[in-house]
């Protein structure tokens, strides 16, 4: 479907991308925690898309198994050749 | 209000109240904690109400200050006269 191609490409385009909802408090620590970490996620609000939202969320599940929120995808491939990844591995093994 | 009157009520009439939402982690992990402290608290799941529940969130936050969810009370006293107050203080105190 458009919806799902729309995803995929979303994925693939951007390192990490947080799939949220912005009155969910797991979120919200999932925002935070990257920000500590000096990663800049993509973050896509689910409540703010009207009607796209819900089948937003179906498309993840229809692609992920997952249903819930917060929805993470980390392309650590990427992340290291922007020389991102060593940073982010060594902060994570700080905590 | 006759909805302000009833929250009220339930209050009242029940030591351990949880307003809560069936799909919130946090909220979950609020009714798991009293699970585990032997609490039997009184449940109720504002998104399994229909449009009443909006109208109690509303309600809550006019009460309390508070409008997100879980929003917990507790009756010290009733606990205490049950005998339940003391043996969840020492658990608390044990976590
Ligand atoms: N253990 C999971 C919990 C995920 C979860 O239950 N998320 C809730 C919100 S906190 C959810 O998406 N519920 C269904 C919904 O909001 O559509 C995690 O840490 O991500
Ligand atoms: N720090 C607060 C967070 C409460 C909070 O933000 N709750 C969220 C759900 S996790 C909420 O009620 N959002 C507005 C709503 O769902 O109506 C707590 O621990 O209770
Ligand atoms: S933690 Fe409450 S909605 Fe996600």
Redesign the interface.
């Known amino acids: 479907s458009r919806l799902e191609e729309s995803v995929k490409k979303t994925i693939d385009e951007n390192p990490v991308v947080v799939y949220s909802k912005t ?4 979120s919200s620590e999932v925002k935070s925690l990257f920000k500590r970490l000096g990663v800049q996620p993509l973050v896509i609000e689910l409540d703010e898309l009207g009607p796209q939202g819900p089948q937003l969320q179906k498309v993840l599940e229809r692609l992920t198994g997952q249903h ?1 929120v917060p929805n993470v995808f980390i392309d650590t491939v990427k992340l290291y050749r922007k020389g991102e990844l060593e940073p982010l591995l060594s902060e994570v093994g700080n905590k």
């Open positions: 009155w969910c408090s797991y819930t």
